[in-house]
């Protein structure tokens, strides 16, 4: 029992003070956030090799997983709720939410540890019909450790459909939709090109600064399994 409560207290511990909303998304009804989703649908699990360029040795799997939990309990309103576990550390679960409809999809980077500084860069994320789109994202200063806690900062957000690129994957050479996103603020600016399949989402995700490459994401392995509907299980299937 003691084990048990200590891997629920370190689930609730991980989840982060949430940020400001993307307000050119467009969302789910809050009644019904996860049924017509198609790619993130109840019980998958998404599993990222990722390379840490600073500290190429470093590299590490990270796991989404879709949560089946009731609304009173969600991270985020109106978004389905994942939990994103990390091969370095078995007892470290982090909720937040992803966004899923006909027009678009946003997922929450993770956070936690050395990602914490991918809240100051662009989001992974689509409008599959247009072209180029704008958004922004405010959010406080306790994320960023050299800056006062109280203090705001708003990136503004730039996206753009590049065109189409294959690129070869665990899945075979997949064709797919390259995203371009850059982030502007007080901090400088941060870039993001995300790579899109309709049948596995974002399959590569490359982050930079200063024009050098800082994380990248590649999906490795994607899985359907049954709903997931205690956190704690996550943890417990490492």
């Given at each position: 029992m003691k084990n048990y409560l200590t891997?629920?207290?370190?689930?609730?511990?991980?989840n982060l003070t949430l940020a400001q909303e993307y307000p050119n998304l467009k969302k789910d009804n809050s009644k019904d956030t996860d049924s017509d989703n198609t790619i993130f649908s109840a019980g998958t699990q998404l599993i990222f090799e990722v390379i840490n360029h600073t500290s190429p040795e470093d590299t590490?799997?990270?796991?989404?997983?879709?949560?089946?939990?009731?609304?009173?309990?969600?991270?985020?309103?109106?978004?389905?709720?994942?939990?994103?576990?990390?091969s370095y550390s078995k007892n470290l679960l982090e909720q937040t939410g992803i966004v899923e409809t006909d027009k678009n999809l946003l997922i929450h980077p993770p956070r936690n540890g050395q990602f914490k500084a991918l809240e100051?860069?662009?989001?992974?994320?689509?409008?599959?019909?247009?072209?180029?789109?704008?958004?922004?994202?405010?959010?406080?200063?306790?994320?960023?450790?050299?800056i006062d806690n109280k203090t705001r900062i708003l990136l503004n957000l730039r996206y753009?459909?590049?065109?189409?690129?294959?690129?070869?994957?665990?899945?075979g050479d997949l064709e797919c939709s390259v995203i371009k996103a850059t982030s502007k603020s007080e901090l400088g600016q941060f870039n993001l090109t995300s790579y899109y399949h309709e049948m596995y989402g974002f399959v590569k995700l490359l982050y930079e600064s200063n024009n050098k490459p800082t994380f990248e994401f590649l999906l490795s392995e994607m899985k359907k399994g049954?709903?997931?509907?205690?956190?704690?299980e996550l943890l417990f299937k490492k």
């Open positions: 891997l629920i207290f370190l689930a609730t511990l991980s590490m799997t990270v796991q989404y997983a879709v949560l089946s939990i009731k609304k009173k309990d969600k991270t985020n309103k109106g978004q389905t709720e994942v939990g994103i576990t990390y100051i860069y662009p989001f992974p994320y689509i409008k599959y019909n247009l072209e180029a789109w704008t958004d922004k994202l405010e959010f406080g200063g306790h994320w960023i450790d050299s753009s459909n590049s065109g189409v690129e294959s690129i070869i994957t665990p899945f049954p709903a997931i509907t205690e956190p704690y």
